[in-house]
C-alpha cells in the first residue's frame, strides 16, 4: 500500500505545482484497490531503488508503460514512481556530503523530470526516459557542476550531459570539466577516469554543416568522435521537442540550428 502521506511530502520537497496532487491521489488509489497493479508497481519500485543500479538502464529500451509494467495502467504512474523516491533522495545527497547548491540542482532537476511533459509536451504522464533521468538523479548517479551534467558510470568512465537550453560556451564548458576532474574525484572516491560524451550534438553529419566558430563546433572539437549510434529521435526531441515525425517538411525553423538541419535532411 501507499502512504498518501508520502505524495505530499513529495510534492513540498521538490515545490512541485499542487494542480497535479488530486491526478497524484488518484493514481495512488488506483494502484492500491487493484492487487495486479499494485504487484506489478511494487515490482518496479524495488529495481527502481532496492535492487543494483545496473538493472535499471535495461528499462531504456521500453516507451510504452503498460508493456513496462505488464499491466493496462494509469499514465500518471510514472510520476508517482518519482515521487516516492524523495526519502532516497533526501538520505542519498546527505551520504554523499552535498552542499546547498548541489541539493538545489538536483531538487529542481527531479521536478523537471516531474512535470516536463505534463507542461510542455501535455502528455497524461511522463515518459518513461523521464522516469529513468530522475531516477539517476535520486540515487546520486548524476551531479551537475557549472553548465554540464556528468554521470558516474563506474571508476573508469564519466559521462558527460549536457541540460536542455544549456548555453555551451567553450569557456564555461571548459571550466565545467576542470571542476568536474575534481568534484568527481571528491564525491565518487575515484581516482583516474576518462570522459566519454554520447549526445546528438556529437554527430558527424551536424558538425559537416554548422558554422566552425558556433559553440557547438568548439565542443565537438574537445573530443575524438567515433560514429555512434542513429540520433534521430534525439534531434527531433531536444531540437524541436517532438516524440516522431512523418513530414520533415512541417519541422519549425525559428533557430538557426532547426533551419539549417531541416534544409539538410
Not at 494502484?31 to 545496473?54: D, G, H, V, W
Not at 503498460?66 to 546527505?94: A, C, S, W
Not at 566552425?212 to 534521430?232: A, H, M, Q, W
Not at 515525425?245 to 525553423?253: R, T
Amino acid at each position: 500500500m501507499i502512504d498518501i502521506d508520502l505524495i505530499d511530502e513529495a510534492l513540498n520537497f521538490y515545490n512541485i505545482d499542487l494542480q497535479y496532487r488530486d491526478k497524484c491521489y488518484n493514481c495512488v488509489e488506483e494502484i492500491n484497490k487493484k492487487e495486479k497493479l499494485s504487484l506489478a508497481f511494487s515490482k518496479l519500485y524495488k529495481k527502481m531503488y532496492i535492487e543494483e543500479f545496473t538493472k535499471i538502464k535495461d528499462l531504456w529500451q521500453y516507451e510504452n508503460i503498460d508493456e513496462l509494467f505488464g499491466v493496462n495502467i494509469n499514465p500518471f504512474v510514472t510520476n508517482i514512481m518519482v515521487l516516492l523516491g524523495y526519502n532516497y533522495h533526501r538520505k542519498n545527497m546527505q551520504q554523499y556530503n552535498f552542499d546547498a547548491t548541489q541539493i538545489n540542482i538536483h531538487k529542481k532537476r527531479v521536478k523537471e523530470c516531474f512535470e516536463s511533459d505534463l507542461k510542455t509536451r501535455k502528455k497524461n504522464g511522463i515518459r518513461i526516459s523521464q522516469m529513468l533521468w530522475a531516477i539517476y538523479f535520486i540515487r546520486i548517479k548524476i551531479v551537475e557542476i557549472g553548465s554540464l551534467q556528468f554521470e558516474y558510470d563506474s571508476n573508469s568512465v564519466v559521462k558527460i550531459h549536457i541540460p536542455k537550453n544549456t548555453n555551451l560556451n567553450i569557456f564555461k564548458v571548459k571550466e565545467s570539466l576542470k571542476k568536474a576532474t575534481i568534484e568527481m574525484k571528491k564525491i565518487y572516491s575515484i581516482k583516474n577516469f576518462k570522459y566519454i560524451c554520447n549526445s546528438w550534438l556529437l554527430s558527424k553529419q551536424i558538425y559537416e554543416i554548422i558554422d566552425r566558430n558556433s559553440n557547438i563546433s568548439k565542443f565537438y572539437d574537445l573530443f575524438d568522435v567515433t560514429e555512434g549510434e542513429e540520433c534521430i529521435n534525439d534531434i527531433l526531441n531536444f531540437v524541436y521537442g517532438m516524440d516522431q515525425c512523418e513530414d520533415y517538411s512541417l519541422l519549425s525553423e525559428n533557430t538557426t540550428l532547426q533551419k539549417k538541419l531541416k534544409c539538410n535532411y
